[in-house]
Structure formats: structure tokens, C-alpha cells
């Protein structure tokens, strides 16, 4: 199933980090999207209901949510929904669960302040590179031979060449 949803709704925990055997990083948390509707008899907003989401966010995308959200939190999330039928001893249900792609907070009820990860930077070098200086032609082909030395008398010298008849300025 590749159904994509986008919900928004309250974090009910922390976001908990765990580790899969091979190494991926998995952030897991409960989010909870209200619904309201306006009763027209009581001229107000009442619930409507809330409904349940087990979102799970794995790699780069854990570890942000890890350090980033807090329970309670306002979110907008989209991911990819998953609907799956499960049963133990005493009870059988339905679970609802997202695979999150992305993650925001919700900027209509607060702010927040973005800072761009940094991705870990190579090892510097002990030393600088240099270009070679064995005397070589830095503009010859890899593989070509060297060029042969100059020429020893100017009747050795190339001559122009006359094309279609005309000589050329040189």
C-alpha cells in the first residue's frame, strides 16, 4: 500500500529512539488529530472525536524528531499510512500507523526556530595536495608520449600551409 496522508494533531509522548539490529535509528510516538464541528443547536465548537496515529520516523529524520519535539506539541506530518489487523490472547483490533516523511511543527498555534543540520565533514588531510613538479607538461594527455625537444635549426621548423591556394597571414 502506498497511501500518502497528511494529518495534524498533538504529540501524546516524547518521541522514543531505538535502534534496529542492523543500525537504523527509529523515532516512535503517538499523534492525536482532533476533529470539531460546529453544533448549530449550542451555537458553538464541540469535539467530534480524536483520532489515533502510531507514527514511527527513521534515519535523519528520528533523530531530528528526537531532539525537536516534545509531548504536546502542535505537528503537521505526512507520511505513508499503513492499516494493519492485530490479535493477542484477550483482544483483536485494528492498529493505525504512518511512516513519516516529514515533520514540522505547526505554525498556527506557536513558532519555532529552525537550524539546519550539519552533515559531518571529511577528515582534513594532514597535508595539502600539490600539483606535480617533475617537469612535465601539465596540459599533456595522460598516456601520450613526451613531446620531442625543439627543433635544432630553423630548416627543421614547420612551414605554413597554403590552403586553397592562399597563404596565411603567419
Given at each position: ?16 529512539l ?15 488529530s ?6 448549530k ?63 514540522g ?24 595536495w ?41
Amino acid at each position: 500500500m502506498n497511501d500518502t496522508i497528511t494529518i495534524t494533531g498533538n504529540l501524546a509522548n516524547d518521541p522514543e529512539l531505538k535502534h534496529t539490529p542492523g543500525g537504523v535509528v527509529i523515532a516512535s510516538f503517538r499523534v492525536g488529530s482532533g476533529r470539531r464541528k460546529f453544533d448549530k443547536a449550542a451555537n458553538a465548537w464541540v469535539d467530534a472525536g480524536t483520532n489515533w496515529y502510531a507514527v514511527s520516523a527513521f534515519r535523519s529524520l528520528a533523530e531530528h524528531a528526537h531532539a525537536s519535539l516534545r509531548r504536546g506539541d502542535r505537528v503537521v506530518l505526512t507520511g505513508r499510512l499503513r492499516i494493519r489487523s492485530w490479535e493477542n490472547d484477550t483482544a483483536r483490533g485494528t492498529a493505525v500507523e504512518i511512516d513519516a516523511d516529514a515533520i514540522g511543527h505547526d505554525l498556527m498555534w506557536g513558532t519555532s526556530v529552525f537550524t539546519k543540520a550539519t552533515r559531518a565533514s571529511a577528515p582534513a588531510a594532514e597535508e595539502a595536495w600539490e600539483p606535480p613538479n617533475d617537469g612535465a607538461d601539465a596540459w599533456a594527455t595522460p598516456g601520450s608520449p613526451p613531446p620531442s625537444a625543439a627543433p635544432a635549426s630553423s630548416a627543421e621548423e614547420p612551414r605554413p600551409i597554403a590552403l586553397a591556394g592562399v597563404e596565411g597571414p603567419f
